[in-house]
Structures are given as structure tokens and as C-alpha cells.
């Protein structure tokens, strides 16, 4: 998950899928955290890339 085009796509699909399950996106990602399917090094990369999406520094 190195590519940041690859990571930028998840990001948007992620966020596109909260609108569909009305879910809290913390819980998610903390779930995600706990069981391995995101690193911390992931999320500190898909944090700063949402920070620069949405024009504010990490």
C-alpha cells in the first residue's frame, strides 16, 4: 500500500462507504487498527493525506 495513488483511491472509497453504513469512521478505523488490516503507518499516511485534502497541516 506504498503507491500513494493506490492509497488516495482506498481513502475516497473508504469515506464514500461511511454515507452507505452510518457508522462511526473512529470506530472503524480503530477496528481496523485492532485487527491488523491497517498498520499505524497507514493511517499516519492516509491522516496527512486527508489533512491535505482537506487544506490543513498534519
Not at 495513488?5 to 473512529?26: C, E, G, H, I, T
Not at 480503530?30 to 491535505?52: D, F, H, K, V
Request: glycine share 4%.
Amino acid at each position: 500500500m506504498n503507491n500513494p495513488m493506490n492509497m488516495l483511491q482506498q481513502f475516497q472509497n473508504f469515506a464514500a462507504n461511511f454515507a452507505k453504513m452510518q457508522k462511526d469512521p473512529r470506530q472503524t478505523v480503530q477496528e481496523l487498527l485492532n485487527s491488523g488490516q491497517m498498520t499505524q503507518q497507514q493511517y499516519n499516511q492516509l491522516s496527512q493525506m486527508a489533512s491535505q485534502i482537506m487544506g490543513r497541516k498534519a
